[in-house]
């Protein structure tokens, strides 16, 4: 099963300066052999390969010699990684690729091989770099496959290696109801379950939006190019880094806790992307990150063996009675709690649509033939 583990790195400037120069030539690479794949398909008509464009590589090398001192390699993963956009655009619709800029505020390049990490020591060594002094949290063992090193906005190095330790994913387990728990997010409460619990959003960003405003209007107040205006940058960069680490560290927390105390968890999925175009809302849904913590639970059902359920968007998850099923059409998005007209049942708005996003998950389990979920009907009334 593979598996990737992320260190930080403290490279010397001397480096560090060696660091940035492998990530400049990796991006050199990347916009130069896209825009010899545009070309050629514009005037010639033709394709250009991941072997054509290493093929090109020596050339492109002899008329800038200062690709010399890069590894190979990471030039050839360069390449690689500009054939597998090209894969997804044409087969999954991903997007087509784009240039890469030096204004990102992540950059990286991957050691495909010949690196070699020494866990006692505290080091590890790259091609045409050397050593760097690694913290390492926790240990693997297994077959080293890739490493990708990367460097963010305020300087921070991190190595991220993908480890096969040779071992298949575990087997899923079978789907009951008892051990199945729906989830439904919203902006008030973070997430809640259908067992009643809620977890309250945390509003990084919120807490720390004022802070923001003040470093933004420094920045703009410095004159470009100076050295006040560098350094004014930096203390923004941390501070939006402090508001992406705090969201991280309470998505992973959250995810790690549900995957382990529930053998199957359901989930709706949401079209973050439209509803981002609500101006009003767009801030909020951008700092609750509901696509990040979507695809958390997702490969970490697959390492522990759990299963996540996911139902359509369009499932009206919160207009149904999760007691008798009557569909209540003129339910507004302001009414939190309201009444079953049917079965007079009060309901919580949040705790009715993880429910029901747990039935209709079970539902759509039992009919592809999944042992333990018992299909509920759900009688629904026709609008008028």
């Known amino acids: ?26 991006r ?10 545009i070309r050629a398909y514009e005037q010639e ?14 050339a492109l090398e002899e008329e800038h010699p200062w690709l010399k001192d890069v590894n190979s390699q990471s030039l050839q993963s360069a390449n690689k990684n500009l054939d597998n956009a090209f894969t997804r655009f044409f087969r999954e619709k991903k997007g087509f690729p784009r240039f890469k800029s030096k204004k990102n505020p992540v950059q990286s390049f991957q050691v495909p091989q010949h690196y070699r990490v020494n ?34 906005s305020t300087g921070k190095w991190f190595i991220s290696i993908l480890v096969d330790d040779g071992n298949p994913e575990p087997e899923p387990s079978l789907i009951s109801p008892g051990t199945t728990i729906g989830i439904d997010v919203g902006l008030t409460d973070f997430a809640t379950f259908s067992t009643g619990e809620n977890v309250a959003n945390p509003r990084h960003l919120e807490s720390s939006v004022q802070r923001l405003k003040v470093m933004q209007r420094r920045v703009s107040r410095k004159v470009k190019g100076s050295k006040n205006r ?5 203390k923004l960069a941390r501070c939006h880094e402090k508001v992406a680490n705090q969201r991280n560290d309470f998505l992973h927390k959250l995810s790690n806790q549900i995957v382990s105390e529930n053998q199957a968890i359901a989930v709706e999925s949401l079209n973050v992307a439209g509803m981002q175009k609500n101006h009003n809302l767009a801030r909020s849904i951008s ?62 708005r949040d705790i009715n649509a993880a429910v029901n996003i747990k039935t209709f998950a079970l539902q759509v389990q039992n009919l592809v033939g999944v042992s333990g979920a018992e299909r509920a009907v759900v009688p629904v009334d026709s609008p008028q």
């Not at 400037?13 to 940035?20: A, F, H, I, K, S």
């Not at 050199?28 to 794949?37: A, P």
């Not at 020591?121 to 990367?150: C, D, M, N, Q």
């Open 1 to 26: 099963m593979l598996q990737a583990y992320k260190y930080r790195m403290y490279p010397s400037r001397e480096q560090g300066t060696l660091l940035m120069k492998q990530i400049h030539a990796c």
């Open 28 to 37: 050199f690479v990347y916009n130069h052999s896209l825009e010899q794949k």
């Open 45 to 58: 008509g033709r394709k250009l390969s991941c072997f054509d464009l290493n093929n090109h590589l020596p």
């Open 119 to 152: 866990f006692e020591h505290g080091r590890i060594k790259l091609p045409k770099i050397g050593e760097i002094k690694t913290i390492f949290h926790r240990f693997f063992t297994g077959k080293v496959k890739y490493a990708t090193v990367s460097v963010t």
């Open 230 to 234: 560098q350094k004014a940058i930096q």
């Open 287 to 348: 700092d609750v990150s509901w696509s990040t913590f979507f695809t958390m639970p997702e490969y970490k059902c697959r390492q522990y063996g759990k299963t996540l359920l996911t139902i359509g968007r369009f499932d009206p998850s919160s207009k149904i009675c999760s007691k008798c099923g009557y569909l209540k059409w003129d339910l507004s998005l302001s009414e939190r709690e309201w009444i079953c007209p049917d079965c007079d049942t009060h309901h919580d």
